[in-house]
Each structure stands twice: as C-alpha cells, then as structure tokens.
C-alpha cells in the first residue's frame, strides 16, 4: 500500500482501486478502510482512494494519541491532498468518516470539489438522535426472523441499560444474510485506543461547523439507508439542509452499507453525482 507523512510525521497508508478522476474516501470506525471494498463497484467510474485512518488499518500508530481526535483527522485529510497533488478534491465520508469530512469541507472549503456523505455521523453539527427514533425505524423490520433476539438488545442499548451490539448488527444491513454476517465479522475496528479518543472533548463545535457548511459552495450528496439505525434518514435530511447545494437520497431496503444491499443502485447515484 502507498502511504504518506501526515504535518505530525506519522506515516498513514492509502488504498487504491480502480481507474479515472480520484476520490478520496474517509471510513468510519476509526476503522481500516479495507470494509469499503470497492463501494458496490464504483470503482469502475473512479479511482478511489481510501486512506487508513491513524493508527488502524495499514497506518502507523502516531506518538500523540491525542491526534485521534476527530478535528486532527482533518489535516490528514490535508495532507493526502497535498500528496496526491491535487488541487481540489472529490470527498466521500462513510458513517462516523462524514464527520471530518464535513470538517474539512468546513474549515477549507475552496478545497473541496464535490462532498459525498454516506449513511453518516452527524456529531460534527451536533444533530442529535434519539433512542426513540431508533426503536421507531427498527419496527420497520419486525417481520425479520432475527428480530425477536435483535429488538430486546436495541432497547437496553437506546435506554442505556445494555450493551449488546453484536445482538443489532442484523439491522445495519438491508439483508442479514451471509454476505452481510462476513462483511459484519471483518469490519470491526481494530484500534481501541482509536475509536475511544475520536470524540474527545475539542473534538468538535457543532454551531462552528455548521455556520461554515452553510456557505461551502461545493455540490453535496446524502444518502442515507431506508433501514439505517445509526444514521437515520431523518438525520440526514437534517445534514442536508445545513448546505446551500445538497441533495439527498433515502436508498430503499439498505442499512448503513448501502453498497451491499443494492450496489447497481448505489453505484447509480454515487458516480451521476460525482459526475457532475
């Protein structure tokens, strides 16, 4: 894998796939970017540049572990710019990878091309969701056969009082199959440390960010999972409406991997927007 000095001299490793126009993918977690594959096939429109966040995946452990707050992961982002020598960039963010991507679409916005947020966080502008909503979506799929387990284990969880989330992994996906029980089993974050400090406090200052969206000229899409527990349609239709240019889309029958669960149709809309 290539890889590159971060400003603080840590060496962070990228992954490459496919051909054409590059865009630079931020993963959620903070996790190895190897869970994103090739996002359902869009590598046959573009390039895409998946970079491991600090300390997980292919990338080195940094000596300040306070660097793994979510802001500080802004210059990364930075940094693999200036590396790859681009002027501008094309920025997809995945789940909790939207939040720096956001910040980063904030704090250098004449650097961003085009923003793709994909099932996302949200902490970075503060939109809270609640354990109501999440138990409201999730009867949405009381038919399932795993859902008398699952459905106990995500009110203790949204009520505080347990901790099961292996129990709900079936309601992050459109169908809790094979495919997804593996992609599931590979996608745990392998750094701890990592994922504890990504929102230390300074992490973020959610009135900031949003007044700066508010005048980020770059064409924004969001797509959110019709079945999304972690980033619910009517959170992204909130995030949508802080951007002057932003479309979203509620992709039918997926979860927070929506190149899983349909990957024609997320490949459709993802490469049309970042075609435009």
């Not at 930075?78 to 956001?102: F, I, T």
């Not at 009082?161 to 029980?181: C, H, N, Q, V």
């Not at 949003?210 to 995030?239: H, I, K, M, Q």
């Amino acid at each position: 894998m290539p890889t590159f000095s971060a400003s603080d001299g840590t060496r962070l490793a990228y992954r490459v796939t496919g051909e054409g126009p590059p865009v630079v993918c931020v993963p959620g977690g903070p996790a190895d970017s190897a869970y994103l594959g090739d996002l359902g096939g869009l590598s046959e429109h573009r390039q895409l540049i998946a970079l491991d966040l600090r300390g997980t995946g292919r990338s080195a452990v940094p000596d300040d572990t306070s660097s793994y707050r979510c802001d500080r992961l802004v210059d990364d982002i930075e940094a693999l710019r200036v590396h790859l020598g681009l002027a501008r960039l094309d920025l997809l963010g995945h789940s909790a990878g939207a939040n720096p991507a956001a910040q980063y679409a904030a704090r250098l916005p004449e650097r961003v091309a085009r923003l793709a947020l994909i099932a996302p966080g949200t902490r970075a502008v503060g939109i809270e969701i609640t354990g109501g909503t999440r138990r409201a979506l999730a009867r949405a799929r009381r038919e399932e056969p795993w859902f008398p387990a699952a459905s106990p284990a995500l009110e203790a969880i949204t009520e505080g009082t347990g901790s099961d989330w292996e129990a709900i992994a079936p309601f992050l996906y459109g169908r809790w199959d094979d495919a997804a029980r593996a992609h599931h089993a590979a996608s745990a974050p392998d750094n701890p440390e990592a994922v504890a400090l990504f929102a230390a406090d300074g992490a973020f200052d959610p009135a900031a960010t949003r007044t700066a969206l508010g005048g980020c000229p770059a064409p924004v899409l969001v797509l959110a999972g019709e079945f999304d527990l972690n980033s619910p349609p009517c959170a992204a239709e909130e995030l949508a409406g802080l951007f002057p240019d932003a479309a979203l889309v509620v992709q039918r029958r997926a979860g927070h991997y929506p190149w899983l669960d349909d990957p024609a149709r997320f490949v459709e809309v993802t490469a049309a927007f970042l075609g435009r």
